[in-house]
């Protein structure tokens, strides 16, 4: 095993463990917490695919701003364990039905992945995640989806400042 496919196993372990703990806490602020550590570990993955530009956006962006939004809201909104209403036994038995059925449609698709001439395919170089070709690809051919998706960002803002204020 190399090095790189170790480095991967621990972070997939990592997310996947920190994952868990995000539906196991208690407490909200302890999953967002555990979130952010899943964020960390999805950019790790980031940098073992040469995709550096996204590692640090997912920081900034999910693990940053995204992740003190939430623990905003959280604090803002006063969870007590009080008022938390208790879920009826059907609702549960709902739930670990609908999550075993995903489980297994996840193993029935890893199980069907193939590898390519039985080779493990790895990108050594390359310039996919770097930030020039991701700039030349977006404002050249995807230019006006983007341009759609910043006056949906603008609006919601907007919106948001409206119905905020008072």
Same mark, same amino acid.
């Given at each position: ?15 996947? /463990? ?23 570990? /999805?950019?790790?993955? +980031? /940098? ?11 920081? /900034?962006? +999910? ?17 007590? *364990? ?9 609702? *549960? ?42 700039? *030349?690809?977006?404002?050249?051919? +995807? ?22 204020? *008072?």
């Amino acid at each position: 095993m190399s090095t790189l496919q170790i480095l991967f196993f621990a972070l997939s372990a990592f997310a996947i /463990i920190s994952a868990i703990m995000v539906l196991v806490s208690k407490n909200p602020i302890h999953s967002v917490l555990w979130l952010i550590l899943v964020f960390f570990a /999805i950019s790790g993955h +980031y /940098i073992l695919l040469n995709a550096q530009f996204l590692a640090i956006v997912n920081i /900034i962006v +999910y693990a940053g701003a995204i992740m003190v939004l939430f623990l905003f809201v959280i604090m803002l909104m006063n969870v007590k *364990k009080d008022k938390e209403p208790q879920k009826q036994l059907f609702v *549960k038995l709902i739930g670990v039905i609908t999550g075993g059925s995903f489980l297994t449609l996840l193993v029935a698709i890893v199980k069907q992945t193939v590898q390519i001439d039985g080779k493990q395919v790895m990108m050594k170089e390359g310039t996919i995640g770097l930030i020039h070709p991701l700039g *030349k690809v977006l404002f050249s051919d +995807y230019v006006v989806p983007f341009e759609i998706s910043s006056v949906l960002f603008l609006s919601a803002m907007v919106g948001a400042v409206i119905i905020g204020k *008072k």
